[in-house]
């Protein structure tokens, strides 16, 4: 049975989650942070979309973007690809990094957007397992960014 297609309009927003495969660490270091943080600022621009909020976690990220062209599959294509095959290189791994396809629901920008942000950025804080008790001591979100 085909997928079914993703909903890509000029000016929509999203909420994107990606999780690593077996729900495995995506991230094992910093260096991965920081590389997949340069990818996706790679792709934000290429691809004009505004970046409102992101948080990575071990095993999952999230993303809030705009899209003002409808270009998020070939954009989220590239992001997860291009990540997939330097973490295998890196690490000297095989196969897949994400559980299947990412995740997007689209966001009432008016509604939702502040909220959304919110709870993207204050997800380190809401895991039990990250033992953060403040967003402001971790470093893998916007939040710092947005002060």
Same mark, same amino acid.
């Given at each position: 049975m085909a997928r079914p297609l993703r909903l890509e309009f000029p000016g929509a927003v999203y909420h994107i989650t990606a999780r690593g495969d077996r729900r495995e660490p995506i991230f094992l270091d910093d260096e991965d942070r920081l590389r997949f943080i340069d990818l996706l600022s790679k792709e934000v621009k290429q691809q004009g979309w505004l970046l409102y909020a992101f948080c990575l976690m071990d095993n999952h990220y999230h993303l809030l973007l705009e899209t003002p062209q409808p270009n998020l599959v070939r954009g989220m294509r590239r992001l997860n690809g291009v990540y997939t095959q330097a973490f295998n290189r890196t690490h000297g791994l095989v196969g897949h990094v994400f559980q299947g396809r990412y995740n997007s629901i689209?966001? +009432?920008? +008016?509604? /939702? #957007?502040?909220? #959304?942000?919110? /709870?993207?950025?204050l997800n380190p804080v809401r895991v039990k397992k990250t033992q953060v008790t403040s967003v402001a001591h971790y470093r893998w979100s916007s939040y710092l960014g947005n002060l």
């Open positions: 689209l966001v +009432d920008k +008016d509604a /939702y #957007l502040r909220e #959304l942000c919110r /709870y993207v950025v």
